[in-house]
């Protein structure tokens, strides 16, 4: 398994919440700080929230207060708990290291409509 795998994505209310995972097997990833992405159409790839082995977390400033990210090194996974969700929340996320070290998965669609 070269890519990571996102899962958890689906259609929601503004205001609902939604929670995404991530699993990647090795060694990479119990010694990285992972990083949460987001890209809406139209737009680049931007980083919405990381946490550091030590368990050190940033959050982009447009989802503060409304994201929780976090990581399970036993089960070689990360988790990002999203609440109030907002329209322009809207996009493909995807997980990665940092650094970007592995090749994108294929995401996990978040959409968020009435």
Do not use: H
Not at 7 to 27: D, E, H, N
Not at 50 to 61: E, F, H, K, M, W
């Amino acid at each position: 398994q070269v890519q990571p795998v996102e899962s958890g994505g689906g259609l929601v209310q503004p205001g609902g919440s939604l929670r995404l995972s991530c699993a990647k097997p090795g060694i990479i990833f119990r010694l990285n700080t992972m990083a949460w992405y987001r890209q809406a159409p139209g737009n680049q790839r931007e980083l919405v929230a990381t946490i550091s082995v030590g368990g050190s977390i940033n959050y982009a400033d447009s989802v503060k207060g409304r994201f929780t990210i976090a990581r399970d090194n036993a089960k070689n996974t990360v988790y990002l708990q999203m609440n109030s969700l907002k329209p322009e929340d809207t996009a493909v996320y995807y997980c990665n290291t940092v650094t970007q070290v592995w090749s994108w998965g294929q995401g996990t669609q978040v959409t968020v409509s009435s």
